[in-house]
């Protein structure tokens, strides 16, 4: 199987990336064979900015054990855990949730959020290309954000999601909730260059045929060569490219979506903005 064509996993502080042994940033794909390395460099460049490297030929020279593939028989079943946290879910708690993210209640529901009381923070469901909860993202007050253990990555949308003319792509929960509350038909990714096969298959199984990605205005990364790198504006045309469909890019003139919100960004506004971009082919 193609390096392109396995699940890749964002490396935490628990497992560093086996190149760089740095928490952030870097790539690995979940069968253990390859690592996408964002500061050590290869022979082979890839799309998001890093470089691949085979992992298989040498474990003893990376140092670490990689994690199986996800697999559901053996993962945690997250659409169960979701359920019980959401059968204990209080209307309240999203009413002072949406006031802390500055979103609309009605929106933050949709996403059905639940409150994880073992981790001590609010959990979203991360759902597969089919629509079922395949992991738990949580948030904390403070805004650290992890995953419940045993996760497989998703993406972050409405249940019964149904798509009008175009379908936006935000990156993570809380941008999703800004974009449904402007009225927007939105998706979220687990992160910058995350969520690709779920999306490409959520895209599929709607019949998708043009998409708008909304781009965080993330700080440049350097990279060894001494190029520079845009995480969430490369992150996004990289993911556009691979769905092969029609694409335009949303940057914001903000942080990110929920903060131009915050700074009174309206529906007129953004439609503005996106009609201003230019539409490309996959």
């Given at each position: 199987m193609?390096?392109a064509?396995?699940q890749?996993?964002?490396v935490?502080r628990q497992e560093?990336?086996?190149?760089?042994?740095?928490?952030?940033?870097c790539?690995f794909?979940?069968?253990?064979?390859?690592?996408?390395?964002?500061?050590?460099?290869s022979?082979r460049r890839?799309?998001?900015?890093?470089w691949l490297?085979r992992?298989?030929a040498?474990?003893?020279e990376?140092?670490?054990t990689?994690?199986?593939p996800?697999?559901r028989?053996?993962a945690?079943d997250?659409g169960a855990?979701?359920?019980?946290l959401?059968?204990?879910?209080?209307?309240?708690?999203?009413d002072?949730?949406s006031l802390?993210?500055?979103?609309?209640m009605?929106a933050?529901?949709a996403?059905?959020?639940?409150y994880?009381?073992?981790?001590?923070?609010?959990?979203?469901p991360?759902?597969n290309?089919?629509?079922?909860?395949?992991g738990i993202?949580?948030r904390?007050?403070?805004?650290r954000?992890?995953s419940?253990?045993?996760?497989?990555?998703?993406?972050?949308?409405?249940?019964?999601l149904?798509?009008?003319?175009?379908?936006v792509?935000?990156e993570g929960?809380?941008d999703?909730?800004a974009?449904?509350?402007?009225?927007?038909?939105?998706?979220?990714?687990?992160?910058?260059?995350?969520g690709?096969d779920?999306?490409a298959?959520l895209v599929?199984?709607?019949?998708v045929r043009r998409?708008?990605?909304?781009a965080?205005?993330?700080?440049?990364h350097?990279?060894?060569?001494?190029s520079?790198?845009?995480?969430?504006r490369?992150?996004?045309a990289?993911?556009a490219r691979?769905?092969?469909?029609a694409?335009?890019?949303?940057?914001?003139p903000?942080?990110?979506?929920?903060?131009w919100?915050?700074?009174?960004?309206?529906r007129?506004?953004?439609?503005a903005?996106?009609?201003s971009a230019?539409w490309?082919l996959?």
């Amino acid at each position: 199987m193609a390096a392109a064509m396995r699940q890749w996993v964002r490396v935490t502080r628990q497992e560093p990336c086996a190149i760089c042994h740095k928490p952030d940033w870097c790539t690995f794909t979940s069968d253990g064979q390859f690592a996408c390395c964002m500061r050590v460099e290869s022979a082979r460049r890839v799309r998001n900015g890093g470089w691949l490297h085979r992992l298989a030929a040498a474990p003893a020279e990376v140092g670490r054990t990689l994690p199986p593939p996800c697999d559901r028989k053996l993962a945690l079943d997250c659409g169960a855990y979701h359920a019980a946290l959401r059968r204990r879910w209080d209307w309240r708690w999203c009413d002072g949730f949406s006031l802390d993210l500055g979103v609309d209640m009605a929106a933050l529901e949709a996403l059905e959020p639940a409150y994880d009381g073992v981790n001590e923070a609010f959990a979203f469901p991360m759902r597969n290309g089919d629509g079922g909860v395949c992991g738990i993202r949580l948030r904390a007050r403070n805004g650290r954000k992890w995953s419940v253990r045993g996760s497989c990555e998703g993406l972050f949308f409405e249940r019964d999601l149904s798509v009008r003319d175009d379908l936006v792509v935000c990156e993570g929960p809380t941008d999703t909730a800004a974009a449904l509350t402007l009225g927007l038909c939105a998706v979220g990714r687990p992160s910058c260059s995350g969520g690709n096969d779920a999306l490409a298959a959520l895209v599929r199984r709607l019949g998708v045929r043009r998409v708008t990605l909304v781009a965080d205005h993330d700080a440049p990364h350097r990279r060894p060569d001494g190029s520079v790198w845009y995480p969430g504006r490369d992150g996004a045309a990289a993911m556009a490219r691979a769905l092969r469909r029609a694409w335009r890019m949303v940057m914001p003139p903000a942080k990110n979506l929920r903060a131009w919100l915050h700074e009174g960004a309206t529906r007129e506004q953004f439609d503005a903005l996106a009609a201003s971009a230019t539409w490309r082919l996959g």
